[in-house]
């Protein structure tokens, strides 16, 4: 049987190519900018497209600059500023292989250009000629690997001269010209490309034979080690072109490089769709605990608050849900959760001790500080016992969901600590109610997920993927192109019929809960009730909100 294009990769003679140069008034994209874009498309070694513009700097030009490109300021005077250029580079770009004669200087000015104006970067193959060359001309040659000497050696008709499109005409040629002379070691193919960048060893690129028999369909990927053991779990839309590239992509992870060196066999399995091998991921990551995967190895480290169970309870953190009638989560780690007791402890004066306190106190019991403070209402000493009990009440109401007196506590305290401009202690106030409000909003989520049955559908460009869920679990998917209403009474059968464990996997529920809750998702069937309370923790969601804003501001101003 002749393999199709989807099971062999993209032959290069296919391969859209974008190759770009810029001309700048220095070397820094933080202090510099760009003066002129050109860029040529090639398909199968024709020009297809080409892209030239003058860019407006904004600042003077240098005189040395001026002096090698040939630019004044004469000239870009006029010119567009670089944010009415961008859409359309873009545009000329599209999902092509970018490029360049040392990339990471063109790259570098157009990826800081998008970031200056707003413009997410495209996730596109960016291949460096300098690279290549290392690999295709001899030192004999070409004793460097400047664009002009490259350019001698292929022969091109254009001659570099410090002006983008001409330059990124030359650049093209030599780089047709270079790959017309690897293909003759096997560089015939998009994949291939990356194994110049990164050279794979010879005991690995032979292991590329484990994905003959792998299909070429979305599902998950288990690489063994000698005795059978899992090493690695993953997921692909395609099983195939996944699995080997591993073995002709050069690997630049420690630990996957150390995997792959052990592995001798691939298990796969083949999925209805992108939801279900998600599912199935996060499944065989926690049943098979593999050494090389570092997420969902560990479900039971999911951390919740609870309520002990004791004459006078207080909140620690749990990693799990059973055993106690008043719990809260899961929560996204240990820190908030700890985060959360904190601010409970703060709002309601829950005892923050970890001794076990007598039913009836000592006669010569005496509280700590914190009962001075307002801090503790001090069940370990007498007359405190049924305010202490009203104090748990309270708190097993808030671990129930309704955190409506707490958020008003805690909002003042926070309006009341900014007013004293001691805004490093109402950040703190915030941040552990953000950790509690958080945690209950997921609470309930997956609460109302796990008390019933849904199947729902999307629509795709070519049919309809189906998803029944069950008590919280992925119970079955389809994909079908016709027959939607059959197909959802088959898995909503399914789910019926089948019995679960009281392992329930967060990760998985979140992942369920996503698929339903984006855009165009229909629902076919709800055997149950699936709700969210109108007065619960989702109405406060504006204080989670403004902490991700702020880790997003600090995180932005980090890679400036």
Not at 51 to 76: E, K, R, S, W
Request: with cysteine; glycine share 6%.
């Amino acid at each position: 049987m002749q393999a199709s294009l989807t099971d062999i990769g993209e032959p290069l003679s296919s391969t859209t190519f974008v190759v770009v140069d810029l001309e700048t008034t220095g070397a820094s994209p933080r202090d510099c900018a760009i003066t002129e874009i050109g860029a040529v498309k090639t398909r199968g070694g024709e020009v297809v497209g080409e892209f030239q513009t003058l860019v407006d700097p904004g600042m003077a030009i240098p005189p040395m600059i001026v002096a090698l490109t040939g630019i004044t300021q004469a000239m870009v005077t006029t010119a567009p500023r670089i944010g009415a250029v961008l859409p359309a580079f873009l545009e000329f770009l599209g999902d092509a292989v970018l490029v360049a004669h040392n990339a990471r200087f063109d790259v570098g000015f157009l990826k800081a250009a998008c970031q200056a104006e707003g413009y997410a970067w495209p996730r596109v193959e960016v291949v460096d000629t300098v690279l290549i060359a290392r690999r295709a001309v001899t030192k004999e040659e070409a004793p460097n690997r400047k664009l002009s000497t490259l350019a001698r050696v292929f022969g091109t008709r254009v001659t570099p001269n410090h002006r983008a499109l001409e330059d990124a005409r030359a650049t093209s040629e030599v780089l047709h010209g270079m790959l017309e002379r690897l293909a003759a070691f096997g560089i015939t193919h998009r994949e291939d490309l990356d194994a110049l960048r990164n050279p794979v060893p010879g005991t690995l690129r032979r292991k590329a034979t484990m994905a003959d028999r792998v299909p070429a369909k979305p599902g998950v990927y288990v690489f063994r080690g000698p005795r059978g053991e899992a090493l690695y779990v993953g997921t692909s839309r395609n099983l195939r072109s996944r699995v080997k590239s591993y073995f002709t992509r050069g690997e630049t992870r420690r630990g996957i490089r150390e995997m792959l060196e052990l592995a001798v066999s691939v298990d796969t399995t083949v999925c209805a769709s992108e939801l279900e091998a998600n599912v199935l991921e996060v499944r065989l990551i926690a049943q098979l605990r593999p050494r090389y995967n570092r997420r969902s190895t560990r479900p039971e480290k999911t951390a919740w608050v609870k309520l002990t169970d004791e004459r006078y309870p207080r909140l620690a953190v749990s990693r799990s849900a059973e055993g106690s009638a008043a719990w809260l989560g899961p929560l996204r780690s240990a820190g908030a959760a700890r985060e959360a007791i904190e601010t409970l402890q703060d709002a309601l004066g829950v005892r923050t001790c970890t001794t076990r306190l007598p039913i009836t106190p000592r006669t010569n019991a005496r509280a700590c500080i914190l009962k001075e403070t307002g801090g503790c209402s001090a069940p370990c000493v007498r007359g405190a016992e049924s305010e202490y009990e009203a104090t748990a009440s309270a708190t097993q109401a808030v671990l129930d969901g309704d955190l409506s007196p707490v958020v008003a506590t805690l909002s003042a305290a926070v309006a009341e600590h900014a007013e004293r401009l001691n805004y490093e202690k109402a950040r703190e106030v915030r941040d552990g109610l953000s950790s509690l409000i958080d945690a209950a909003a997921r609470q309930t989520r997956l609460r109302s997920l796990q008390a019933c049955t849904i199947v729902a559908v999307r629509p795709l460009e070519d049919g309809w993927e189906l998803a029944a869920c069950a008590r919280g679990r992925l119970s079955g998917s389809a994909r079908v192109s016709s027959g939607v209403w059959a197909a959802a009474d088959r898995l909503r059968a399914q789910a019926a019929s089948l019995e679960w464990d009281e392992t329930v996997l967060v990760e998985e529920q979140e992942l369920v809960l996503r698929w339903l809750e984006r855009p165009g998702t229909r629902l076919l069937y709800v055997d149950g009730q699936w709700s969210s309370p109108v007065h619960g923790a989702a109405q406060h969601a504006r204080w989670v909100d403004a902490r991700r804003s702020d880790r997003d501001d600090a995180t932005s101003a980090g890679r400036r």
